[in-house]
Structure formats: structure tokens, C-alpha cells
């Protein structure tokens, strides 16, 4: 692409997007609105990326290795690097055994 085309192509982008103003005009725009089949897979896979990065944190905290964590839960290296990096749907019970059996924390639901 020549520089005339790219700068020309930025000009659009931004001319595009220059009404969305907030994070979730954004994410309506780009997903859907809430509630709409694409914003759910999203947010599921948002979600499972944020448990999974939770995991990973306390798990980094409590100076322990993927393997370590996998043999303290009866589980395998490889399931606890998909969850970390939120390519495995958790059930709460797994989710539940790693955090309070393999890390020693408590785990507290909130709905709202």
C-alpha cells in the first residue's frame, strides 16, 4: 500500500469511528448489543480469558509451576496452560478445586 492510500485509509478509520465515544459503544459496534449471539460468544470468551488469567496470577503468586499446580488437582500440565490462556471452558467445581485445593485461596461468587 503507498503512503497516500494508507494515510488515506487512516482518514476513513478514524472519520469511522469518530462517533464512538465509550468502551462499550465500541464493543456494541464491534459485537453487537448485549444479548445478540456474537456479544455472548464475546463476552463468554472474555470471561474465560479473565478466570484464566486470575488463575494463572495466584498461581504465579503462590510460586508454583503449571506442572505443580496440574499434579496438586489430579490434572495435566497442558488443561491448566488452556485455562490460563482461556481456551477451555472451566466447570465451577475444576475452577474450585484449583483455586482453593492446588492455591489455598477462597473463592467467592457474586451475582448481580
Request: glycine share 6%.
Amino acid at each position: 500500500m503507498t503512503k497516500n492510500k494508507s494515510l488515506k485509509k487512516m482518514a476513513t478509520d478514524k472519520t469511522k469511528n469518530k462517533n464512538i465515544t465509550t468502551f462499550d459503544e465500541h464493543l456494541d459496534k464491534q459485537y453487537g448489543k448485549i444479548g445478540t449471539p456474537k456479544r455472548t460468544k464475546f463476552e463468554i470468551k472474555a470471561k474465560a480469558f479473565a478466570i484464566g488469567e486470575i488463575i494463572k496470577e495466584e498461581r504465579l503468586l503462590a510460586s508454583m509451576t503449571q506442572e505443580q499446580l496440574a499434579e496438586k488437582t489430579g490434572t495435566k500440565k497442558s488443561f491448566i496452560s488452556r485455562i490460563e490462556n482461556g481456551h477451555s471452558d472451566i466447570q465451577l467445581s475444576t475452577l474450585y478445586k484449583l483455586l482453593e485445593h492446588g492455591l489455598g485461596r477462597k473463592v467467592s461468587l457474586t451475582i448481580k
